[in-house]
């Protein structure tokens, strides 16, 4: 795609204000990956009907299965679909776990609003450097960046760790002054994909490691950080999938209070992207599973985005306190 664009031509914003915004009002912006237009749909009703700003974000994997030039036309329909229903939304259209400069550059160009480096599994200098690089370009355009320091576990798209890394406080400070980043995403025990803890028989999801949390606040007040890997994996979604012709033995996330807890510190943006996919593949499995003859594709879609409204409208009003902030 050679056509430059500026994301204020498809009517998005960059997450500046918004975090200003959730930091000062204790709340957490959502941020929902999404693959395909039914689950953008989803995503933009949801916000629209609990008047929520959101992130809508792509992994480079989703980008190129959603086609970079189809993509920049989706968001602005996202912005126009929300108009028609009666809201000017904040939208920020954000690269997911970015992992190169050339792909930062790449989705700025294409009218992204926002875009993470994770440089996190790079010796500390060299993530310092990439990140650098990638703001000074991103900055003159204005556009938002994020980076990362210490290491989340777990898969999801490219992104594979065998083990977390926990953020080291004493960094923070010099990675932010060093690079310029707007907004840090660290690594309190959160991890990637739907299976985060391998728990025994009665053992409980460990919390979260808030200690960490509340040193890096002290070193950055007021600055924004980022949850990845924030999923809760519903056991409701969880059990329909097995009951349905699935095998997801063990899937386990991080319960919701922990999460509202983080979303009412400086913890201003939380990813969900797990939850997300166990909503559409247990509705659609059920529905198929109950009506075998059916191959409308709009039919099981239909459900099956319907169930995600419903989990998006639940997490913006209990989890992120997002809801209202419109």
Same mark, same amino acid.
């Given at each position: 795609m050679s056509q430059t664009v500026s994301y204020k031509e498809l009517g998005l914003v960059n997450s500046r *204000?918004?975090?200003?915004? =959730?930091?000062?009002?204790?709340?957490?912006?959502?941020?929902?990956?999404?693959?395909?237009l039914e689950q953008l749909q989803a995503i933009v009703t949801a916000c629209a009907q609990t008047r929520s700003p959101v992130i809508i974000q792509v992994s480079k994997g =989703?980008?190129?299965?959603?086609?970079?030039?189809?993509?920049?036309?989706?968001?602005?329909?996202?912005?126009?679909?929300?108009? *028609?229903?009666?809201?000017?939304?904040?939208?920020?259209?954000?690269?997911?776990?970015?992992?190169?400069?050339?792909?930062?550059?790449?989705?700025?160009?294409?009218?992204?609003?926002?875009?993470?480096?994770?440089?996190?599994?790079?010796p500390y200098a060299e993530n310092v450097a990439l990140t650098r690089q990638v703001v000074e370009y991103a900055h003159a355009r204005d556009v938002t960046v994020e980076g990362e320091l210490g290491v989340l576990a777990g898969i999801e798209d490219e992104v594979v760790a065998e083990k977390s890394t926990y953020t080291q406080p004493d960094e923070v400070?010099?990675?932010?002054?060093?690079?310029?980043?707007?907004?840090?995403?660290?690594?309190?025990?959160?991890?990637?994909?739907?299976?985060?803890?391998?728990?025994?028989?009665?053992?409980?999801?460990?919390?979260?490691?808030f200690d960490i949390l509340e040193e890096i606040?002290?070193?950055?007040?007021?600055?924004?950080?980022?949850?990845?890997?924030?999923?809760?994996?519903?056991?409701?979604?969880?059990?329909?999938?097995?009951?349905?012709?699935?095998?997801?033995?063990? =899937?386990?996330?991080?319960?919701?209070?922990?999460?509202?807890?983080? =979303?009412?510190s400086a913890v201003c943006k939380i990813n969900i992207d797990s939850d997300g996919r166990l909503a559409v593949t247990a509705k659609i499995r059920e529905y198929l599973a109950k009506d075998p003859g059916e191959f409308d594709p709009r039919k099981y879609l239909g459900a099956a985005r319907d169930e995600l409204i419903a989990l998006i409208k639940h997490k913006n009003q209990a989890v992120l306190g997002s809801a209202g902030k419109v």
């Open positions: *204000e918004l975090f200003s915004k =959730a930091v000062a009002g204790g709340y957490a912006i959502p941020a929902y990956n999404f693959n395909n =989703a980008r190129s299965y959603a086609n970079a030039t189809m993509l920049r036309y989706m968001a602005m329909g996202a912005v126009e679909m929300a108009r *028609e229903m009666g809201i000017e939304l904040p939208i920020v259209l954000h690269l997911d776990h970015g992992d190169s400069f050339e792909l930062c550059t790449s989705c700025i160009d294409a009218g992204f609003s926002s875009v993470m480096i994770d440089g996190s599994h790079l400070e010099d990675f932010v002054r060093k690079t310029g980043v707007d907004s840090l995403a660290i690594s309190i025990g959160t991890s990637h994909g739907a299976y985060k803890f391998k728990l025994k028989a009665g053992e409980s999801v460990p919390p979260l490691r606040e002290k070193r950055i007040p007021g600055f924004p950080i980022v949850l990845h890997g924030a999923s809760s994996v519903v056991q409701t979604y969880v059990e329909l999938i097995n009951q349905y012709g699935g095998k997801m033995d063990g =899937a386990v996330g991080v319960p919701e209070e922990q999460l509202r807890r983080a =979303a009412a």
